[in-house]
């Protein structure tokens, strides 16, 4: 049984990055693709992109250009930045896996780490 | 992108009865939906993939139909812990980004 435990800093400052970790216990990197997704105060969720385990990444079009999402398999973890946040990026932040084939669905999903930023 | 359109925005029903939750796509998606209930201060929780499958350990009082543009996630008869939101999600192809509805909340009447 896959479970998904993550980590990092909850609060930053405007134009701070963003930093993300999410390590994999019971369960093996390959054949998945691993997800980030938020949810802000009181909205729905949002995905902002994920990694499969041969490093090929695919990120939400509207958080490309600030997104970077890599892994470290001799430890299980995968980890998201996201540079230059604002307000807007204050949000609970998720780990999950996803299946790599249709009908792609996230089956594990971690416990969510709330970040906050704030001048 | 595809866009996912849930309604009610909120339900309000007593437990016992059947819940009709509803999620359209904005275009052909063949069927490759999912739902997820989430409660207060908890992560989402897979409930259906596929439209009709359900995961692991869903009781058998959910179910989800539909294919193309209209979906629908059945609660046969409201439990006490059913009371959440629900989200759909969707990705008809690889690497289309993955997208998800604004969520239907089932609150206690």
């Known amino acids: 049984q896959v479970q998904l435990q993550q980590w990092g800093a909850g609060l930053l400052k405007p134009s701070e990055t963003l930093s993300l970790t999410c390590a994999i216990h019971?369960?093996?990197?390959?054949?998945?693709?691993w997800s980030w997704v938020r949810q802000p105060p009181g909205k729905g969720l949002e995905w902002i992109g994920e990694?499969?385990?041969?490093?090929?990444?695919n990120y939400s079009p509207s958080l490309m250009s600030r997104v970077t999402m890599s892994v470290d398999m001799s430890r299980n973890h995968f980890s998201l930045k996201l540079t230059s946040v604002t307000a807007a990026d204050t949000a609970v932040y998720y780990c999950?896996?996803?299946?790599?084939?249709?009908?792609?669905?996230?089956?594990?999903w971690g416990n969510g780490t709330t970040v906050t930023v704030s001048s | 992108e595809i866009v996912l359109t849930q309604s009610p925005a909120t339900l309000s029903l007593s437990p016992g009865e059947r819940a009709t939750l509803s999620c359209r796509a904005s275009q052909n998606i063949e069927n490759y939906l999912a739902w997820y209930q989430q409660k207060p201060g908890q992560a989402p929780r897979l409930l259906i993939y596929g439209a009709s499958n359900r995961a692991t350990g869903i009781p058998a009082r959910f179910s989800g139909s539909g294919s193309g543009t209209d979906f629908t996630l059945t609660i046969s008869s409201l439990e006490a812990e059913d009371f959440a939101v629900y989200y759909c999600q969707q990705r008809v192809n690889w690497p289309s980004a993955i997208t998800f509805g604004g969520g239907t909340k089932v609150e206690i009447k």
């Open positions: 990694i499969h385990h041969g490093g090929s990444t």
């Open positions: 999950a896996k996803t299946v790599a084939a249709q009908p792609y669905y996230m089956d594990v």
């Open positions: 019971g369960g093996s990197f390959s054949g998945y693709y």
